[in-house]
C-alpha cells in the first residue's frame, strides 16, 4: 500500500481506513456500495486480514460503512456519514461540507493545568498541558474559535510556527506525539458573544453562539484534549445520535 508522507506514522490499520474512506469521498464506492472482501482488501493494500478487519472495525466505528451479518460490509448512506459526530477535524469536515477551510492561529502555549479542566483529563492540577487557541474559519470568513487543551507526553512541545503550517493539528499531534482521537463526548449549549468573541468572529457584542465542550478519546477511550467551540449561529453542527446497549 502508497503511503503518502504525511500518512508514514500512522498506524497501518488508520492507513488503510484513510485508502477505503478517499474511494468512498471520490465516489468509486457508493452508498450501500459492499466493500472488497477481506481477503481481497489484504491482498490488493498488502496488509494481513487482522489489519483488514481492524481497518474495517474503525470506519464502522465512525458511521463510514456498516455491516450487515452474513452479506458484507456496506457503504453507509452520505447523510450518515455527514452527520456522524466521531472525530473528523474541522477542516475534513469543512471540506466535506464544500468550503475552504483555514485558521488563524492565536496562541500555542505551555500551561499549567487547571483544577477543573485537569478533572475532566484525569490528570493531576498544575500538571503541563498545550494550550491551542484558533479562529476557525470558512471560505476566509471566521465561524467559530477553538480552545483546545492536550495532555501531550514529556518533552513534546509545539510551535505556534508549526500549528500555522499544518493543514491539520490532529495529524500533526498524531506525528509528533501519538495522538490517535477515536471518539468525543459532547456537551451542547447556547451562549453570547463577549467583546472579545465579537471581536474575533466578526459579530455583534451580545450575539447568539453555540457552543460546545468536547473531551477527545483515545482508541483506550482515554481523554487526550479537552476544547472549548464557539461557533456563530449560521454554522451548521450536525449531531450522530447512536443506541447504546442496556438503554431504554
Not at 452527520?83 to 483555514?102: K, L
Amino acid at each position: 500500500m502508497s503511503e503518502r508522507p504525511s500518512d508514514a506514522a500512522a498506524p497501518r490499520y488508520r492507513q488503510l481506513a484513510d485508502a477505503i474512506r478517499h474511494a468512498i469521498d471520490d465516489g468509486t464506492l457508493g452508498d450501500h456500495q459492499a466493500l472488497p472482501s477481506e481477503r481481497d482488501l489484504a491482498e490488493q493494500h498488502e496488509v494481513s486480514r487482522d489489519t483488514v478487519r481492524k481497518a474495517v472495525r474503525f470506519l464502522e466505528e465512525r458511521g463510514v460503512v456498516y455491516s450487515d451479518h452474513g452479506r458484507g460490509t456496506f457503504v453507509a448512506p452520505a447523510l450518515v456519514r455527514r452527520m456522524s459526530r466521531f472525530i473528523d477535524g474541522f477542516s475534513q469536515d469543512t471540506v466535506h461540507r464544500g468550503g475552504a477551510p483555514s485558521n488563524l492561529v492565536l496562541t500555542v502555549e505551555q500551561v499549567a493545568a487547571p483544577m477543573g479542566i485537569a478533572a475532566l483529563l484525569r490528570i493531576e492540577p498544575g500538571q503541563p498541558l498545550t494550550r491551542v487557541r484558533r479562529v476557525r474559519l470558512t471560505d476566509g470568513a471566521p465561524v467559530g474559535l477553538h480552545d483546545a487543551w492536550f495532555p501531550l507526553p514529556r518533552g513534546v512541545k509545539l510551535t505556534k510556527g508549526e500549528v500555522e503550517q499544518t493543514t491539520s493539528l490532529y495529524r500533526l499531534l498524531t506525528e509528533r506525539a501519538g495522538f490517535e482521537p477515536v471518539e468525543a463526548v459532547e456537551n451542547l449549549f447556547g451562549g453570547l458573544a463577549d467583546a472579545e468573541d465579537a471581536r474575533l468572529l466578526q459579530v455583534p457584542e451580545g450575539a447568539a453562539l453555540l457552543m460546545c465542550e468536547r473531551i477527545t478519546l483515545s482508541e483506550r477511550r482515554e481523554p487526550i484534549e479537552y476544547c472549548e467551540m464557539k461557533y456563530v449561529s449560521s454554522y451548521r453542527y450536525n449531531a450522530r445520535i447512536t443506541r447504546t446497549s442496556g438503554l431504554s
